[in-house]
């Protein structure tokens, strides 16, 4: 993912880091992600409060995401809105890591950077906010799905259910073997 210096904080920095920014994520943003999002617009919000030994990133990200339709697969928009908080601190790493590398905490809240690099990219921990703040389920509201594809999906499924039938008549002859352990059963 490519960094966007809107999105890294140096913690070296200390007290010298901006409080307060406003981001716009446009389909440029996406498009770098292998993801569910294939776009959108999403306004993040972000604040950070600065303690001794730790930065305070307050997000709240609101605006469309663009991802597929789970019946019809063609693109749709979905609604996000959503706060979380992450907590980054200067620290060190294991020697064999990257020096640029990050280490996240088991909760995934905490975010530990290197001492030596000091650089914190958060494109990815807000990519993964929005991703996780989209429902599992994406279907067009009613009507509103491509017609040839819910037209194809409806003849699948009537020749889904009469293929269940025939394979029902077919389970009516069971094997002995099966209906001994059935003996066992009871």
């Not at 901006?18 to 498009?31: G, K, N, V």
């Not at 990219?121 to 067009?140: G, M, Q, R, S």
């Amino acid at each position: 993912m490519q960094t966007i210096d809107a999105l890294t904080i140096d913690l070296r920095e200390g007290n010298n880091v901006a409080p307060h920014r406003e981001i716009t994520l446009s389909d440029d943003f996406f498009a770098q992600t292998e993801g569910q999002i294939s776009g959108g617009s999403v306004d993040v919000d972000m604040t950070i409060d600065i303690t001794a030994s730790t930065f305070k990133v307050s997000l709240h990200c609101q605006g469309e995401v663009t991802v597929d339709c789970d019946r019809c697969l063609e693109p749709m928009s979905q609604p996000i809105d959503t706060d979380t908080t992450l907590l980054l601190r200067l620290g060190t790493l294991p020697d064999d890591a990257d020096p640029k590398a990050t280490q996240y905490s088991a909760d995934g809240e905490q975010i530990t950077v290197s001492a030596n690099y000091g650089i914190a990219d958060l494109a990815w921990p807000i990519y993964e906010t929005i991703a996780l703040n989209v429902p599992l389920k994406h279907v067009h509201a009613p009507g509103k799905c491509n017609a040839a594809m819910t037209e194809a999906l409806g003849l699948f499924g009537k020749h889904e259910i009469s293929t269940a039938r025939s394979s029902e008549d077919d389970k009516q002859t069971i094997d002995p073997r099966w209906e001994a352990l059935k003996k066992l059963k009871n």
